[in-house]
Structures are given as structure tokens and as C-alpha cells.
């Protein structure tokens, strides 16, 4: 089987690459007979294989550059067509520009792919009057015509989807890969010491917010938070590439003792550390409006076994249906406050609570969903097999 993603991919910044990435090594490991391509945005540099997913990486379109996008067409005539290409979508890179579905067009026409799929990590409800929202909604409800099937991760995404009046059959959730910890069994001073931190400075509770640093990730409230809960002696670590400059005035508020922070990008490898350094995992998140995604950082994180608090927000819903008990109001810091100090009082409690979430941790382990991902694959090309040849 050939198999191309039309995505970013690493070293690029980007937690869709980080998914391709993950994804495709999952499958080279279950299907090592395949084939695997990367069309890639651009800035990902020359051309390389991959040695993990062992995918070739062939730079081919620019990030929120639609006239780029047909150069995907020539990207496959190069490659002498695939059988399955599978689109990571995401409004950040390819906007809702329909130029992307003029391409999917020409591609089927060529018959440079036997079957077409597109991942929508973001899907959007038509609140907002926002005209870039609208262009998002329009393109979600011309998909049923440009491609055979569309992945979400969530129920939400799911339920909305068939709302915009896609078809039930069209729409298919298998959920974001989770990694089970690898770093549990370690010594935490050797952790500490791999993550640059003097672990002198680590005073339990360890408390963790990691990931890319926007204002949606709630680091106001935490620091809210930590003021209700005063003086007590705990450790707080936050690491991520800043977003919004705004999030430095947030981390001047919190006592220098208390707190260890790491601004840079941080790869998948130590954002799993940081979770295995942590007692507790807290994710204080902002809704979006009209926004449905996953938490790529909460699949990276519950696979550690720790307890995680969360706010009620559907890019949380996974936490919020399997640990109800830790989820608490976004933006209600003296609520986060109180959920933290009962946990850090009731750690077993806790952790008996969030044991249905380790569950699903397991379930969705990478290989696993990658399984999913190749049974799809073969399903629709035995559908489409009358339109199978390649035509160049």
C-alpha cells in the first residue's frame, strides 16, 4: 500500500506534524510492507527519509498559501500516484480556502490517488459572524463531495459534522493516539536532570501546564489559583513555546520559589518527562467558541497515570467523560484552586477516579489507532477498486 499525508511535519512547530508523525511511525511498524509519503509545507527544508517512520519527506506547499496548494498535483505525478492520501487538516495551515478542494478534484480526475481522506482536527459550528468561521463551515459542508471519508477524534466534532448535513457514512471517529508514559519507572533526579532542572528546587506537589503557551491554555487562571491556595509549599512547572507575549505578565505573578519554567518548544520526549516529573497534571483551559478539537497534549499526558484537572471545555471532552470528577468550570480560578488542594489531600481518591481514563489511555495507545487508520484504508480501497487505476 502507498500511502501520502499532505501535512507538516517536524522539525516544523506543530502539533499536526507531531500527530503525522506519530501516526505513520505506528503504522511503519504494523504494515512494514507499505509505502509512506509526507507532502510536506516547505519550510519543513530539503528533502529526507524519515528514520523513525522511515516516510519520505518531500517539501511541497507553503502554509496558508492557496495557489501553493496545487503543487501537491505535481508533488503526486512525481511519486507516480499513491493509493490512499490522507489530508491532516487544520484550519491554522490550509485556512478554508476551497482551492484545497479544486486540488482533490484534479487529483481524483488524474486518478493520482485511488481513495481520498481528510482528518479534520478542527471542526467549526457556525456561531460566530466572523467571515473566516463561515469560510471554515462552507468548506466542511462541501467535503462529502471531494473526498471518501472524513476522521474526527470526538463525539462533538462527530455530532456537529452530521448537523451541517454530511452524510452519517462519510464521517468516521477514531480518536487521537495516546502514548503510555515510558518514563514512569525512572528516578525523578534523573528526569529533573535530563530537563535541565536542579531537582534540589522540586518540592511536591509537582504541578504541570506544558505545551504551547496561548491565552486559551488558562495560565491566568492557574496563577489565580495559586493565589487562593496562598503559601503552601508546592512546585510549579511550565514549559512551551510562548504564543502571546501577554502570558510573561501571568508568569511574573508566581512566587520565583515556586515556579520552573522552560520557554522553548518542547519536544514529545520531554513534554512526557515533564508529566512523569509531575504529581498532577492541570490543563485550566479557555472554551473556544464554535471550536471543536482534541487536546493532543492531554493524549500525551494521560498516558502517564497521573491525576489531571481540567477544565469543562469540549477540547477536554475525553477527560470530561471518563474523569468527571477532576473537570471543573473553565475560567474559575478559586474552583481550580479547591480541585487541586482536595487532590494533593485525596491523591489515591483521586487516582481511583481517573482510573477509566488510564483505561482509554490504553485503548487508544498509537498502534492501536494506527490498526484503525489501516483498516479504513482497506476498506474504502476494496469500495473503490473499479477506480483504482492510475493515470498519469
Known amino acids: 500500500m502507498r500511502i501520502a499525508y499532505i501535512s507538516t511535519y517536524p522539525p516544523i512547530h506543530c502539533g499536526i506534524g507531531e500527530y503525522t508523525r506519530f501516526l505513520v511511525t505506528a503504522l511503519s511498524g504494523i504494515h512494514p510492507s507499505g509505502e509512506y509519503f509526507i507532502l510536506a509545507e516547505r519550510s519543513v527544508g530539503e528533502e529526507y527519509i524519515d528514520p523513525g517512520s522511515k516516510a519520505r519527506i518531500i517539501p511541497t506547499f507553503r502554509r496558508q498559501d492557496p495557489k501553493s496548494f496545487y503543487d501537491i498535483v505535481d508533488a503526486l505525478k512525481e511519486i507516480r500516484g499513491v493509493d490512499v492520501l490522507h489530508i491532516q487538516h487544520e484550519y491554522g495551515i490550509y485556512s478554508g480556502d476551497r482551492r484545497l478542494l479544486e486540488v482533490l478534484t484534479d487529483i481524483r480526475l488524474r486518478g493520482l490517488a485511488k481513495t481520498v481522506i481528510i482528518t479534520l482536527h478542527s471542526v467549526h459550528h457556525p456561531l460566530s459572524p466572523d467571515e473566516e468561521k463561515w469560510d471554515a463551515v462552507r468548506f466542511q459542508r462541501a467535503l462529502s463531495d471531494h473526498v471518501d471519508a472524513i476522521i474526527v477524534h470526538s463525539s462533538p466534532q462527530e455530532f456537529e459534522l452530521q448537523s451541517q448535513d454530511l452524510s452519517f457514512s462519510l464521517i468516521h471517529r477514531i480518536p487521537h493516539g495516546t502514548f503510555v508514559n515510558p518514563y514512569l519507572a525512572e528516578p525523578r533526579i534523573l528526569i529533573a536532570k535530563k530537563l535541565g532542572i536542579d531537582s534540589l528546587r522540586l518540592e511536591s506537589p509537582i504541578i504541570s501546564l506544558a505545551g504551547f503557551l496561548h491565552k486559551h491554555k488558562g495560565l491566568d487562571t492557574l496563577v489565580e489559583a495559586l493565589e487562593y491556595i496562598g503559601n503552601r509549599r508546592l ?21 520565583r520559589n515556586k515556579l520552573v519554567f522552560t520557554d522553548k518548544y518542547l519536544t514529545s520526549t520531554e513534554i512526557l518527562s515533564i508529566a512523569a516529573l509531575a504529581d498532577i497534571i492541570v490543563m485550566p483551559y479557555h472554551d473556544i467558541r464554535g471550536l471543536y478539537s482534541v487536546s493532543g497534549i492531554l ?12 477544565t469543562r471545555v469540549p477540547k477536554l471532552v475525553e477527560l470530561y467523560s471518563y474523569a468527571p470528577q477532576l473537570v471543573v468550570p473553565s475560567m474559575n480560578p478559586r474552583a481550580l484552586a479547591e480541585k487541586i488542594m482536595w487532590t494533593v489531600k485525596n491523591y489515591d481518591m483521586a487516582t481511583a477516579y481517573a482510573s477509566q481514563l488510564y483505561s482509554y489511555a490504553v485503548r487508544t495507545e498509537w498502534r492501536r489507532m494506527a490498526r484503525r487508520h489501516l483498516h479504513l484504508y482497506r476498506v474504502l480501497l476494496r ?4 477506480n483504482s487505476r492510475i493515470n498519469l
Open 299 to 310: 493524549h500525551l499526558s494521560m498516558g502517564t497515570l497521573k491525576p489531571i484537572i481540567g
Open 235 to 255: 512546585t510549579v512547572i511550565i514549559g512551551g513555546e510562548l504564543k502571546d507575549s501577554s502570558i510573561k505578565e501571568y508568569l511574573e505573578k508566581i512566587d
Open 383 to 386: 469500495s473503490n477498486h473499479s
